[in-house]
């Protein structure tokens, strides 16, 4: 059931990062039909080192929100010495989206250029660099091995391959001794470091999206949420709060004597979360993709940078949300046509949301003895 629910969510992800795709390559035909570069610099120092696209034009910025740069080509030795001065220069800047095509190279330059993605709070992908006058031709799938294996592991965010772009992983045994460093790296970077195989000597292991996804070497923008429990007199709370591309999403569960209220903060910014709630025509909250009943509407407002979902539920209700898979809170305009809001997965945090149920029965349990 859960696997099911997230993998229907991560697919509309897919979905709507080709769409973006399909927009900016539509934007950049426009601007080169004017005579505008949408590459502001391109640096390709030889076959056998990696070249580096920084592409931050006005469309990649009013599309993407950040530039996207492009690393293809085998990681030299010197890989990460370059990428590091264009960061320091700010011609990459933080959070930027990098796009990896890379048959793999210097492993150690490759580490080298994941800590500085991580640092550096970036995206990792896989992607090959636009069509230019010096890049004429430019692949149509994208392949990251090895040393580049590595390099993806150090984003914080880590987009899954889709079409037929290929990522492949080799053991530690085979690429780079002592192979203790190498773990202590991707365990670092949040990563298995059995996620590589255990492949014979040489051997690539090819992973697929789905593979990726359910051993948590990538996230499709989005970590694995965390709670905080925080009983108090009379009172019972649970805090689930998971990062993500977008912001920060929380969810909140208090459990008081007279009942439930579900909270969930939507942070997007204060004018955007205002312009939202202005045109919202309804709010609501969902478990497992449907709708929850109650007698009492979904209040939703705009506070600080977020817009803030409130709904109180009966005590009844408590089990229905201690066991859901998925979360969401939505707002919908145009008749319902279009939503905006946030889901998340809980299977991450269901012995914390085990405990809620506990301290929550504690409290129902404290006011039965208070009454008598």
């Known amino acids: 059931m859960p ?46 080192q990696l070249a580096i696209q920084v592409n931050d034009d006005r469309m990649t910025i009013s599309v993407a929100k950040v530039p996207q740069v492009y690393l293809y080509g085998t ?47 970036m995206t990792t992908h896989l992607g090959s660099p636009r069509k230019t006058a010096r890049q004429p031709i430019v692949p149509k799938s994208s392949q990251c091995v090895n040393a580049c294996a590595y390099a ?11 079409g037929s772009d290929r990522f492949g992983a080799q053991p530690l045994s085979t690429t780079v001794t002592p192979t203790t460093d190498v773990a202590a790296y991707l365990k670092d970077m949040g990563v298995n470091p059995q996620v590589f195989g255990s492949a014979a000597s040489g051997e690539v292991t090819w992973l ?31 805090s689930i709060t998971q990062m993500t591309r977008e912001g920060e999403h929380r969810i909140t569960l208090q459990c008081r004597p007279d009942g439930l209220t579900l909270t969930a903060y939507y942070a997007i910014g204060a004018e955007r979360a205002r312009q939202m709630v202005a045109r919202a025509t309804r709010s609501y909250f969902e478990i497992n993709d449907q709708p929850i009943n109650g007698s009492e509407r979904v209040n939703a407002s705009a506070m600080d940078q977020a817009v803030v979902f409130s709904q109180p539920l009966p005590v009844t209700q408590l ?18 046509a279009v939503r905006y809001g946030f889901w998340m997965s ?25 009454k008598n």
């Not at 330059?109 to 500085?116: T, V």
């Not at 993806?152 to 987009?159: L, T, V």
């Not at 499709?220 to 649970?238: D, E, F, H, K, Y």
Request: contains cysteine.
């Open 208 to 238: 697929n999206a789905d593979q990726m996804l359910a051993n948590g070497f990538s996230n499709n923008g989005r970590l694995l949420p965390t709670a905080v429990n925080m009983p108090i007199s009379n009172v019972a709370s649970i």
């Open 152 to 162: 993806y592991a150090g984003g914080m965010f880590r987009w899954a391959p889709t």
């Open 75 to 121: 990681i030299d030795a010197g890989a990460a010495q370059r990428v590091q001065s264009m960061i320091q220069s700010r011609r990459i800047p933080p959070n930027s989206d990098i796009y990896l095509n890379s048959p793999g190279g210097d492993v150690a330059a490759g580490i080298a250029l994941g800590r500085l993605f991580r640092a550096g709070n």
């Open 346 to 370: 809980l299977d991450a945090v269901r012995k914390d949301l085990r405990t809620y149920g506990n301290n929550c029965a504690q409290v129902a349990k404290q006011a039965g003895a208070s």
């Open 3 to 48: 696997v099911v629910h997230v993998q229907r969510h991560l697919r509309s992800r897919f979905r709507r990062s080709f769409l973006l795709a399909s927009m900016l390559v539509a934007g950049f035909a426009a601007l080169n039909a004017h005579g505008e570069s949408p590459s502001r610099s391109t640096q390709n120092t030889g076959s056998d």
């Open 319 to 336: 089990n229905q949300l201690l066991s859901a898979n998925l979360m969401a809170a939505w707002l919908a305009d145009r008749g319902g």
